[in-house]
């Protein structure tokens, strides 16, 4: 047929409306920007946020790229500029760097001053294998202690002991620590092991989501009330983390919680002004 007779493309408008039963749900786990030595497609604020809409997410907590590698200072910028533009969805992670030592707390206060922060991003394995509990860290530990601010922190490929954070829970008992990614290469078993008696450490379920089981045997070794869905997003893909959630063999109440329930009061998320935002 030729071009200028063609009918017009009649593909409908995806409905971006989520069902009226669709629970709330925050991302607690989510990046912004390029990254050191790949390309991430859509890795910008709008585009990220243009996602949340399409798959229900209505809340993302963000740390930036450039934060937990190169340029803390700048990563942390991005995320106010991020949480300017919109409101209400975008919460924000404070990036620290331990090997600029005398900057951390300056670096708190300045972060914290935007009401838009509600935690700290930790990521010890890219900038320098340096060790959650060595002493540049305090001033993170004794912050968040002061404040009961959440902390998130790496937790794949070859990063510090399962028993360093077990010991900073028991050292610091009034900080929600989030052990990320479920800490899913220390083996589940000894995860839910350090984790049961320890109330003050949750579980972010990015990244094992797309593993069969891994949702339903840590609900019921742990039950649901410390567990946070996370998506990477946009490192990862967040639609298969969020499937890995939706669609676990869990009580709806149990998935609930999970994907917005807990995070909104670790993170202290008012559904009645943000969400709505």
């Known amino acids: 047929m030729p071009a200028d007779t063609m009918e017009p493309d009649k593909t409908p408008e995806l409905d971006k409306t989520p069902p009226t039963d669709w629970p709330l749900v925050v991302d607690a786990h989510c990046h912004l920007g390029a990254f050191r030595n790949f ?6 604020i709008d585009a990220m946020v243009g996602v949340m809409d399409l798959l229900g997410v209505d809340v993302a907590v963000v740390a930036a790229h450039a934060g937990i590698y190169a340029d803390y200072r700048f990563g942390n910028d991005q995320v106010m500029e991020a949480a300017r533009r919109h409101p209400g969805r975008v919460l924000g992670y404070c990036c620290i760097n331990p090997n600029y030592a005398g900057e951390v707390r300056d670096e708190l206060e300045r ?4 009401p838009a922060f509600r935690g700290v991003k930790l990521h010890p394995e890219l ?3 340096y060790p959650l509990d060595g ?3 305090r001033p993170v530990w004794e912050f968040a202690a002061e404040r009961g601010v959440p902390v998130l922190s790496h937790s794949y490929f070859a990063g510090d002991p399962l028993g360093v954070f077990a010991a900073l829970a028991d050292e610091y008992p009034s ?13 589940l078993d000894r995860v839910v ?10 579980l972010d379920l990015t990244g094992p989501l797309s ?12 039950g649901s009330g410390r567990l946070v869905y996370g998506s990477d997003m946009p490192f990862m893909n967040a639609a298969l983390q969020l499937g890995g959630c939706v669609y676990a063999r869990v009580d709806r109440q149990d998935k609930e919680r999970i994907l917005g329930a807990n995070a909104a009061a670790l993170f202290r998320v008012d559904t009645m002004t943000e969400v709505a935002a």
Not at 175 to 187: I, M, N, S, T
Not at 193 to 202: L, T, Y
Request: charge should be negative; glycine fraction near 14%; proline fraction near 8%.
């Open 39 to 44: 390309h991430i497609p859509g890795n910008d």
């Open 111 to 114: 972060c914290f001053a935007d």
């Open 127 to 129: 900038h320098g294998d």
């Open 135 to 137: 002493p540049a860290y």
């Open 175 to 187: 900080v929600p620590l989030l052990l990320g990614h479920a800490g899913l290469d220390y083996g």
């Open 193 to 202: 092991d350090v984790v049961a008696g320890r109330p003050n450490i949750h």
């Open 211 to 222: 593993w069969d089981g891994v949702v339903e045997f840590l609900v019921r070794e742990l």
